[in-house]
């Protein structure tokens, strides 16, 4: 049940030009949804997988940013 759940999710954001992921902090292990190739420019079998891998994708100039916009969130 809970991947047809996932399956529409992706289809929808796919559709809609979005991606979503999910990070399980405990495992350090990410799930993509969406179209990362036409998004990302990512092939789905070459996306990031962990925090280490996601942040290597990240421009280090922006990280001042994405830690600021966190931090108003918070």
């Known amino acids: 049940m809970v991947y ?3 399956e529409r999710i992706s289809g ?3 559709r809609s030009g979005q991606v979503a992921y999910v990070w399980d902090m405990g ?3 990410l799930e993509w949804a969406g179209d990362l ?3 990302l420019g990512i ?3 070459d996306c ?3 925090s ?3 942040h290597r994708l990240i421009n280090p100039q922006e990280v001042p940013a ?6 108003d969130v918070i």
């Open 37 to 39: 190739r036409r998004v």
């Open 66 to 71: 994405r830690l600021a916009a966190i931090h």
């Open 4 to 6: 047809q759940w996932l």
């Open 12 to 14: 929808a954001l796919s």
């Open 52 to 54: 280490g891998q996601f």
């Open 43 to 45: 092939e789905p079998h």
């Open 27 to 29: 495992a350090d292990r």
């Open 48 to 50: 990031p997988r962990s």
